[in-house]
């Protein structure tokens, strides 16, 4: 079964709980298709109370002691995928009745979203350089008032650029949004 449902950075908690419904109502999750929206892919299984964790870690960061953290504690890994500058690690356990949390106390919370917030942000700055250098190709385009095929290529791509830009904006923003309030909620 497909399940197609796309997530922002910031909402990794809202995927957890997806992924803990779906197994609640006898779906495991397998896979995950990226692309707009997300494809979720699960197989079929016995309903069970499992809780969902997400993490993700830089590059630098992914050594064999970090997964044999998480397999000591109890934790399945059931899929992984490569982010900007890291992998987001996919964690199941069983719900023993003690609602279990890889990240226990606020600190490590905020560390995460900050840790995602820098990869994250620094790719959006990136993005930022052929956002610029389009805008002033059509600037010196409409300026020498010679309209051609070169404008008429160029102005679609910096529509592009702009509508990524937003996109991306808004993403930087509700994550600096979610580390404020995850700041905010614990003091």
């Known amino acids: 079964m497909y399940v197609r449902k796309s997530f922002f950075m910031h909402q990794y908690e809202e995927e957890e709980q997806l992924l803990r419904d779906m197994r609640s109502k006898g779906w495991k999750f397998v896979k995950l298709h990226k692309g707009i929206p997300t494809k979720y892919e699960f197989d079929k299984c016995e309903p069970a109370d499992y809780i969902y964790q ?26 992984n995928w490569d982010g900007i500058g890291g992998k987001w690690y996919y964690f199941e356990k069983e719900n023993t ?22 990869a994250y942000g620094g790719f959006f700055l990136i993005l930022l350089l052929p956002m610029f250098n389009s805008f002033n190709l059509v600037i010196r385009q409409f300026s ?10 160029f102005i679609p791509i910096f ?9 991306w904006a808004y993403m930087i923003i509700a994550l600096v949004r979610h580390v404020n309030k995850l700041k905010k909620d614990g003091k």
């Open 159 to 167: 529509i592009l650029n702009v509508i990524v830009m937003i996109w």
């Open 54 to 79: 997400l993490d993700y870690v830089k590059t630098s960061e992914d050594f064999p002691s970090y997964h044999q953290l998480f397999s000591d504690a109890g934790w399945n890994e059931c899929y």
């Open 97 to 118: 009745g003690e609602e279990e949390r890889i990240f226990t106390d606020q600190q490590s919370r905020i560390d995460l979203a900050q840790k995602i917030l820098l």
């Open 144 to 153: 020498s008032n010679d309209v051609s095929l070169f404008t008429g290529i």
